[in-house]
């Protein structure tokens, strides 16, 4: 599902117009990567948490030049589904 399918679809479900579901959305987007890049993580009760994970350094390989580089410890961020959202997800879609 893309972006626009969730404005989309919020916009027929709620009766409001997409112009202002887009700017809402985008909001929201704007402040979870806000919270993210201050080092604050976001909670959703029920939906998961937007946090931010260290990952350690590490030696690296350079293939074409076989070498090894450094990769230096650093922070990425990552999204953890609350257990409800997991257990609907196991409940609900079939294994392939």
Do not use: C, Q, W
Request: proline share 3%; aromatic share 6%.
């Amino acid at each position: 599902m893309t972006k626009a399918e969730i404005v989309s679809n919020i916009s027929d479900k709620s009766g409001i117009e997409k112009a202002d579901v887009l700017a809402t959305v985008e909001a929201f987007m704007d402040e979870v990567k806000n919270s993210l890049e201050k080092g604050d993580n976001v909670y959703l009760r029920g939906f998961g948490s937007f946090i931010i994970k260290t990952r350690a350094e590490k030696t690296g390989r350079n293939i074409s030049k076989n070498t090894t580089i450094k990769i230096p410890a650093h922070n990425i961020p990552a999204f953890k589904p609350a257990k409800v959202f997991v257990e609907g997800v196991k409940s609900k879609v079939k294994v392939a």
